[in-house]
Nanobody, 116 residues
């Protein structure tokens, strides 16, 4: 069955870094656009970053541009989110999403907490 499993979340001090991973299975990973979203406490889920099937094009929310980097390794069916210069407002549950225009899949999320 389809699975997206996020990992790498945790507690970090402001200014620190974390690298999230999302391992995919059950679908043809290389044919899906992959994205990261997040949902902070009391907030709606919001877009963070996306990457095209080959990894040639990336997009970022303004709030993370210059600090976060999305990447993927199709041979490993994995998408990553490198998060640097973390701020308390980055505290959220981070979700990965795969979509191909027909299907859309979500992971269960991983908690990131940034202390001030």
């Amino acid at each position: 069955q389809v699975q997206l499993v996020e990992s790498g979340g945790g507690l970090v001090q402001a200014g620190g870094s974390l690298r999230l991973s999302c391992a995919a299975s059950g679908f043809t990973f290389s044919t899906y656009v992959m994205s990261w979203y997040r949902q902070g406490p009391g907030k709606e889920r919001e877009f963070v970053a996306s990457i095209t099937r080959t990894g040639s094009i990336t997009n970022y929310a303004d709030s993370v541009k210059g600090r976060f980097t999305i990447s993927r390794v199709n041979a490993k069916n994995t998408v990553y989110l490198q998060m640097n210069s973390l701020k308390p407002e980055d505290t959220a549950v981070y979700y990965c999403k795969g979509q191909n225009g027909v299907n859309s899949y979500w992971g269960q999320g991983t908690q990131v907490t940034v202390s001030s």
